[in-house]
């Protein structure tokens, strides 16, 4: 027999089980400390419950904005004038800032555009924007 036979080192096993309990830790560090949404508040005007008289005079006064589903924007007083939510300018220069702004949703409109639109007013500058009820997608009633 050879020397190298005889002190030939056996083949250890590693053992995965401690690895597989440091990847597991690291993992629930991981998804536990970060975060995938950003939380954050909104600010949101309704219609205040007022008598019959002032409600009427309000909705005189208002100007109403249409928030489609494909995120148009559109102004009652200016139909031919249309906006998409990230560019604001044709509508901007039309909005009386002193009078209140109703916006209308379209019923199939996602909320997304709804928060996207206010946020956009808020940048904007215009602090008197107000949900007002929701709109059918055939708009031939309003």
Do not use: C, H
């Not at 440091?22 to 949404?37: E, K, N």
């Not at 916006?103 to 199939?108: A, D, G, I, K, V």
């Not at 997304?112 to 007013?121: G, H, I, N, R």
């Amino acid at each position: 027999m050879s020397a190298a036979r005889l002190y030939q080192p056996r083949r250890r096993k590693l053992s995965l089980t401690a690895l597989i309990d440091v990847v597991f830790i690291l993992l629930m560090f991981f998804m536990l400390t970060s975060s995938f949404d950003q939380w954050r508040a909104v600010d949101l005007q309704t219609e205040p419950k007022s008598s019959a008289t002032n409600q009427k005079n309000l909705q005189q006064d208002a100007q109403y904005l249409y928030l489609s589903a494909t995120g148009d924007l559109q102004l009652r007083e200016a139909e031919a004038v249309k906006a998409s939510i990230t560019s604001l300018t044709p509508l901007l220069n039309l909005i009386d800032g002193k009078r209140p702004l109703i916006l209308l949703p379209e019923e199939t409109a996602r909320v997304q555009l709804l928060v996207m639109a206010l946020d956009e007013f808020k940048n904007a500058g215009l602090s008197r924007v107000t949900l007002g009820e929701v709109v059918p997608a055939s708009r031939d009633a309003y």
